[in-house]
């Protein structure tokens, strides 16, 4: 079993900083990556920032220059540095990784976390 445990949200200004920590623990083989996705109401779950095992990363355009992922060495937590905040980055925030498992196929697949709500408002 892979488990994602988020933490960090809250409530915070607008022109704010906030700070997501992910957690990814269990059976794990190797971590191919890491990533936050974001959801609002009425609409689809979106890409914010993705990491690579090999320290690449991408990030949606509306949070460039304002959001940072970042790993630890162990590459088993996922940290999103979150500067500049809007009205528009309130959502629930998910953790997902892809993770392959300790088993006897070594299947790659895709975890997420329970999510954390962010709220940006004055």
């Known amino acids: 079993q892979v488990r994602l445990v988020e933490s960090g949200g809250g409530l915070v200004q607008p022109g704010g900083s906030l700070r997501l920590s992910c957690v990814a623990s269990g059976s794990i083989f190797r971590i191919n990556a890491m990533a936050w996705y974001r959801r609002t109401p009425g609409n689809e779950r979106e890409l914010v920032a993705v990491?690579?095992?090999?320290?690449?990363?991408n990030y949606a355009d509306s949070v460039k220059d304002r959001f940072t992922i970042s790993t630890d060495n162990g590459k088993n937590t996922v940290w999103l540095q979150m500067h500049s905040l809007k009205h528009e980055d309130t959502a629930v925030y998910y953790c997902n990784a892809e993770v392959v498992p300790f088993g006897p196929t070594y299947r790659a697949g895709d975890y997420w976390g329970q999510g954390t709500q962010v709220t940006v408002s004055s």
């Open positions: 990491i690579s095992s090999g320290g690449n990363t």
